[in-house]
């Protein structure tokens, strides 16, 4: 089972910038690539991007090149640092281990970070 705290979220103006933090409890993100996935108000949920323990990344084309992955071991952290947000970046953020691929999330989820971005 996955423990996860999802922090940082807010409101922003468009263009500007959040850094999301998800600190887990346990070993799941030393054993699970861990990812990052939000939910905007009726639509499904969408995997945003995720990276491996070793560090390497991945990244939706939706929110590439404005959101970068990326984690603190030591720290049993990931962090989700987003640039240029557009109000379709609205969303609840959530991170969570997944097996193999993004489409496999771990059941449980945490209550996640809610980011709003408007003027």
């Known amino acids: 089972q996955v423990q996860v705290v999802e922090s940082g979220g807010g409101l922003v103006q468009p263009g500007g910038s959040l850094r999301l933090s998800c600190v887990a409890s346990?070993?799941?993100?030393?054993?699970?690539?861990a990812g990052w996935y939000r939910q905007a108000p009726g639509q499904q949920r969408e995997w945003v991007a995720g990276i491996t323990y070793g560090g390497s990344t991945n990244i939706a084309d939706s929110v590439k090149g404005r959101f970068t992955i990326s984690r603190d071991n030591a720290k049993n952290t990931v962090y989700l640092q987003m640039n240029s947000l557009t109000p379709e970046d609205t969303a609840v953020y959530y991170c969570n281990a997944y097996r193999g691929t993004p489409t496999l999330p771990f059941d449980s989820w945490g209550q996640g970070t809610q980011v709003t971005v408007s003027s």
């Open positions: 346990g070993y799941i993100f030393r054993i699970y690539p």
